[in-house]
Nanobody, 111 residues
Framework: QVQLVESGGGLVQPGGSLGLSCAAS????????VGWYRQAPGKQRELVAS???????YYGDSVKGRCTISRDNAKNTVYLQMTSLKPEDTAVYYC?????WGQGTQVTVSS
């Protein structure tokens, strides 16, 4: 099973920016799609963004225009750059690869 480790969460003010990283173990990273999800308290987990093995990206409506997902296959790492953050972006952010999930990283947007 793939191990995924997210990092980069924290507290940021509204309008600020934050970058998340997710490092994967093993050798299958490059051939699979990877996704970033988030889950706010009391809400269902939702897809934030995904990127295919070929680099095609998809963004959820709530973050479109404010997020950029990218991947570095040489480093087995996927990134999520978020800008113009809003309080409603507050959630635990998870990365997902095949049938594995990371432990999540907390993002809090508050003044």
């Amino acid at each position: 099973q793939v191990q995924l480790v997210e990092s980069g969460g924290g507290l940021v003010q509204p309008g600020g920016s934050l970058g998340l990283s997710c490092a994967a173990s093993g050798s299958i990273f490059a051939i699979h799609d990877v996704g970033w999800y988030r889950q706010a308290p009391g809400k269902q987990r939702e897809l934030v963004a995904s990127i295919t093995s070929g680099g095609t990206t998809y963004y959820g409506d709530s973050v479109k225009g404010r997020c950029t997902i990218s991947r570095d296959n040489a480093k087995n790492t996927v990134y999520l750059q978020m800008t113009s953050l809003k309080p409603e972006d507050t959630a635990v952010y998870y990365c997902h690869l095949v049938n594995s999930w990371g432990q999540g990283t907390q993002v809090t947007v508050s003044s």
